[in-house]
């Protein structure tokens, strides 16, 4: 004689079994790679010379007997990458050699960690903006401070800026006097900074 199965516990098994049956195929997708996209737990580079461009706002401002401008860098990669520190910068000459001292470290703000998004999207190259641009603020001091036997005033033909950390510079033209002798520091530059758009 065949034992009855009460409803209620047909009931139950049939959930069992279900569940038993979902959990599994939820672990077989994961097996075979189909569980959904996740987030990389890797860290981001590093912008290097040729992820960027580097370029002068030329709108600058004056005050103090220096004028203070935009130095700023977009990643044009097709990767995020991330800058943080200082720029190296130096006045240049005609032939490319360095004109003096390179800049001197103004401290006004924080080193912080900026990450630069890519510049590529779905539609194309997009402008500068603050999700893929980074800026650090230029001073260079009126020379004629100076006295010219502890400067040399020259007129530089531009800047050579090295992103932080890096060994490769970017060349920016810009005709500004300068001096050619080192030890008076005619430059100074601040550390990265998110970038904000200026009229």
């Not at 600058?60 to 401008?69: I, V």
């Not at 044009?76 to 001197?104: D, I, K, N, R």
């Not at 590529?120 to 190259?125: I, K, N, Q």
Request: net charge positive.
């Amino acid at each position: 004689m065949r034992a009855r199965i009460h409803p209620l516990t047909m009931t139950l098994w049939s959930r069992v079994v279900s569940s038993s049956t979902a959990l599994a195929i939820v672990a077989a997708l994961g097996v075979w790679g189909l569980s959904g996209p996740t987030v990389s737990s890797a860290s981001t580079s590093s912008c290097t010379t040729s992820d960027v461009v580097v370029w002068l706002n030329t709108s600058g401002s004056g005050a103090a007997g220096s004028a203070y401008y935009n130095l700023n860098f977009t990643n044009l990669s097709s990767h995020s990458c991330t800058l943080e520190g200082y720029p190296g910068v130096s006045g240049l000459s005609l032939a490319s050699t360095q004109l003096g001292s390179s800049a001197a470290r103004n401290a006004a703000h924080t080193a912080t960690l900026i990450t630069l998004a890519s510049a590529h999207t779905a539609t194309g190259l997009a402008a500068s903006n603050s999700h893929n641009s980074a800026t650090a603020i230029l001073q260079i001091t009126d020379v004629s401070n100076f006295s010219a036997s502890i400067c040399g005033q020259v007129t530089a033909a531009g800047l050579r800026v090295y992103p932080p950390g890096q060994s490769v510079a970017k060349v920016i033209p810009y005709p500004f006097v300068g001096c050619s002798k080192s030890g008076s520091r005619y430059l100074h530059i601040e550390a990265i900074q998110k970038y904000v758009a200026t009229q």
